[in-house]
């Protein structure tokens, strides 16, 4: 296996040190960060946005459940946490840009 010198498994490897493995989250993390999602997602103006945001964390979540290595599970987990920030970011440039006219969507009777 080639390891790059700038990956934090190289230097581990170089020291003569074992990687400790990191427990895979657990149920009610995992739940946490699905619920954390949905709850970001409301934070979007613009409704096409905030629709395609939560479809796309429902779908993401549906395809790994089935995920049964742990270290799958450990990598999705942290690649889930990462694209919350990213969500949360998003949603404070677009309320920063938002449209002054609401969605067709949005608009109550």
Aim: glycine share 2%; proline share 6%.
């Amino acid at each position: 296996m080639l390891l790059h010198a700038h990956t934090p498994s190289a230097s581990y490897f170089q020291e003569g040190k074992m990687a400790t493995a990191v427990p895979p989250p657990s149920r009610k993390e995992i739940l946490s960060l699905f619920r954390s999602f949905l709850r970001s997602t409301r934070t979007f103006s613009d409704y096409n946005i905030r629709e395609y945001t939560k479809r796309r964390a429902i779908d993401a979540f549906h395809h790994n459940k089935t995920l049964s290595n742990p270290s799958s599970v450990s990598a999705a987990f942290s690649d889930g946490k990462y694209q919350l920030h990213v969500a949360k970011r998003q949603a404070l440039v677009y309320s920063i840009y938002s449209p002054t006219v609401k969605s067709i969507m949005d608009i109550n009777y």
